[in-house]
């Protein structure tokens, strides 16, 4: 059977993993509670099935990770994966002691519900020429620039406040209480800040799904006409230069498209169609639009971003 899921380089996965290989080697099942999220279920789960330990050959984890239909099946039931790895995977010739793949995927947990794989594809530019895309990386770049040294720069405003509050607490007898530490900026809060830039920009410009540059970031930034598809794309680019990692959802399909993202750790998505930003699902997949980011929430807080124009 064709091997789907790729190897995961999400930070959770390597946690969760060292946990797997920390079993004791005695060890045959560690019972799984109901409120322990699927990483931990799995971390826990038996490699034992009718009274024989696979765990030399077997890895309920790495298991689940490596194929995508035993996810669809099963979820993270690690009795019903090492059931399928001993009666039919061992036949198939599936692997379950690593982690299988050349290109990468990313794991995530969406806290209580389910683990997510968020697929890292090369993103197409929509068409641009090279010269049309030198200068849309051009604005995305100064973009992103500007957020994470805005972002950097209210940390560092927050650390100095809570470093000249508690100076001379260190040394006081009075004082055992650790100092807290300083809460920085959160990624989804200048991702929800970049998709408001994007927006600004469509506003420039005018809809249409008819050209050659529509679906482009450089129709976007520079060429005054855009779609979602184009949108997407232009806020794709200042998430490369901001470091999140980021898919295109339903790319060059008619439907309504925007980035799928991955940020402090868990799922997300970011639209500048609205714009918005928030954890889990997108609202048109059943996320709720009301727990997001929206541009006017975090703009105060980087200062107001004046469009580059071409």
């Known amino acids: 059977m064709k091997r789907i899921l ?11 993993m060292m946990l797997c290989l920390a079993m004791p080697i005695g060890a045959g099942k560690t019972v799984a509670l109901a409120k322990d999220d699927p990483y931990t ?22 298991y689940y990770l490596n194929y995508e239909d035993l996810r669809q099946a099963y979820g993270p039931d690690a009795n019903k994966l090492i059931e399928h790895y001993v009666i039919f995977g061992i036949k198939e010739k599936r692997v379950a002691n690593r982690l299988i793949g050349d290109s990468i995927d990313y794991v995530v947990p969406t806290g209580k519900e389910d683990v997510v794989v968020v697929q890292k594809t090369t993103h197409d530019n929509g068409g641009m020429t090279y010269a049309q895309e030198i200068q849309a990386r051009s ?27 508690n100076k001379g607490k260190e040394n006081s ?13 959160k990624d989804i809060e200048k991702v929800a800040y970049a998709s408001g830039i994007v927006q ?21 930034f520079i060429g005054r006409e855009y779609s979602c598809a184009g949108a997407t794309r232009a806020l794709g680019l200042v998430l490369d ?23 402090d750790g868990q799922e997300g998505f970011a639209d500048p169609t609205y714009p918005l930003a928030g ?3 997108h609202p048109s997949e059943g996320g709720d639009a009301k727990k997001g980011y929206s541009y006017a929430s ?11 124009l071409r």
């Open 200 to 220: 600004a920009y469509c506003a420039l410009g005018t809809y249409t799904t008819e050209g050659k540059i529509y679906r482009t970031a450089y129709g976007v």
């Open 173 to 185: 007898k009075k004082s055992s209480k650790k100092t807290k530490e300083v809460e920085k900026v």
């Open 298 to 308: 975090v703009r105060e807080k980087f200062g107001v971003y004046t469009p580059i």
């Open 139 to 165: 604005i995305a770049k100064q973009i992103a620039d500007h957020i994470n040294s805005r972002a950097a720069a209210i940390d560092a405003e927050k650390q100095a406040e809570a470093d000249e509050k």
């Open 41 to 62: 279920q799995l971390a826990k789960g038996t490699t034992v099935y009718n009274g024989v330990d696979y765990k030399n050959q077997y890895n309920p984890l790495f």
């Open 6 to 16: 790729k190897r995961s380089v999400c930070m959770f996965l390597s946690v969760f």
């Open 241 to 263: 230069y901001m470091g999140i990692t980021w898919y295109h959802k339903n790319i060059n399909q008619w439907a309504d498209q925007w980035c799928q993202v991955i940020v």
């Open 279 to 281: 954890y889990g699902k």
